[in-house]
């Protein structure tokens, strides 16, 4: 988006602040779902009073649903529009834990550190979603949220029809496919049916609340064609507009580091650890251990491997004997898993955490690994063996993952060289290859201490896990487009 047209965006909501609040029902209604999902978050969480960044607050309708539900919370409430920020400001008079701040939303001008990053319907409007959405997750603390509601394919679907039936385009924006969105975080859509008298007072409500500004290159209909769209939207109802409304949350993680789980279980997910704590001197957590009468706990083997001190690794919260599921081995020994409790270890350094077996498997009644996973909002690295049937199980896991929008950093492959097999993941997974590791006879320290130089750098996982679309290595062929 230009500076130009930003300017024309920010000068169309600056002009519709006087009539905003009037009109403004789907917005209304969306802020006050919102609100209440994220009041929601934070009764789970403890936290009475937030440190709130709002983004494109307009006239103030999140604001005041957000100070209702929480009345304690800090508050700073941006958006491009001063004449918005005024209204905001009138509608919240005497509101003294509110902050009010001009700024673009694409190019935030505070600092971090905020328990809550949110936005209604402002989204839509900048320029570049993912870059925005990494911004603002950026800005928040340790465990912070990032909670939004934006618009996504589907919406106005009426009058995209109406154009259409008249062989002219709409002129629209852009929207994001709820997959598309999913690739960023947690999301779910709602439909919103907004009923209005007739066309006119469907078009007339677009421009009331500042929302006319007609997607790049494209023209105004003159005025015959316009009025033959109206008609075509109209039935004997009046006219209606359906909006496809996304809520999306992603969490920052409460410290750094990854959580590695698999494909399947015996897949080398220890031995990766071993070479990531290694490579990034991070500490080590698992969870859930099974096996104890079998072989010696994972723990042990990561800490010899590494060569970590005993103080890096923490006590796995839950130690089983029989090799199976944490669900069935727990069942087997009369164990109750709490796994609420399971939270992730205090440290300011790096953290490595395994998981039992892959992301489907069950870890106690109505509670799989993928929900530990989201839980504690670590990305994920996930092992996959390199032989023939790993493009199925890799892709079938990564579209679990995504599902819960639970960030992926990428793939490491455990077993004999395939290029072949790497490429598809790539290509049809969206995902990078980060490290292959070679057949190995039982490692030892020193074998571990060469994969480890492997090993991608902390910061490039950080990096690749925060981006929506993860561009494959530059060696593989060039990946085909996502269905969105």
Known sequence: MTPGRTRAIADRFAAAAGSYD??????????????????????????????????????????????????????????????MLSACRRSCAGDARLSLLAMDGARPAVGGGFDLVCSSLALQWLPDLDAALRVWRDLLAPAGRLMVATLCDGSLAEWRVAHAGEGVADGGLALPTLPRLRRTGHWDAESVVIPHADGLAFLRTLRRIGAGQ???????????????????????????????????????????????????????????????????????????????????????TVRRLAGLDPARIHPSAVRLQASLSPEDAARLEAVAIETDRLTLPP????????????????????????????????????????????????????????????????????????????????????????????PLPPPDVETVARLADQMPALATVEAASRSSVIQPASDAPDRKPKRA
């Open 347 to 438: 440290g300011d350094g790096p953290l490595v955490v395994e998981g039992a077996g892959g992301v489907l498997v069950p870890v106690a009644p109505d509670v799989l690994v993928i929900d530990l996973i989201e839980r504690l909002a670590l990305p994920v690295v996930l092992v996959a063996r390199s032989t023939l049937g790993t493009i199925n199980h890799t892709l079938l896991s990564l579209e679990a993952l995504r599902a819960r929008g639970i960030p992926v950093a990428g793939v490491i492959l455990n077993g004999p060289s395939s290029p072949g097999n790497r490429a598809a993941i790539e290509r049809h997974g969206g995902i990078r290859v980060l490290a292959e590791l070679p």
């Open 22 to 83: 009037e009109a403004a029902t789907l917005q209304r209604l969306v802020a006050t779902r919102l609100a209440g999902r994220i009041a929601a978050e934070f009764r789970e969480m403890g936290m009475e009073a937030p440190r709130i960044l709002e983004v494109g607050c307009g006239t103030g309708l999140l604001t005041r649903a957000l100070r209702r539900h929480l009345p304690r919370a800090e508050i700073v409430a941006t958006d491009i529009a001063p004449a």
């Open 214 to 300: 007609p997607a790049p290159g494209h023209r105004p209909l003159d005025p015959g064609r316009l009025r033959r769209v109206l008609r075509r939207l109209e039935d004997e109802g009046g006219a209606r507009a359906t909006y496809e409304v996304a809520f999306g949350r992603i969490v920052r993680p409460a410290r750094r580091g990854v959580f590695v789980t698999g494909t399947d279980t015996g897949i080398g997910k220890t031995l990766v650890s071993a070479c990531l704590a290694r490579a990034w001197d991070a500490d080590y957590w698992k969870p859930l251990q099974t096996g104890l009468a079998d072989e010696p706990a994972d723990s042990d």
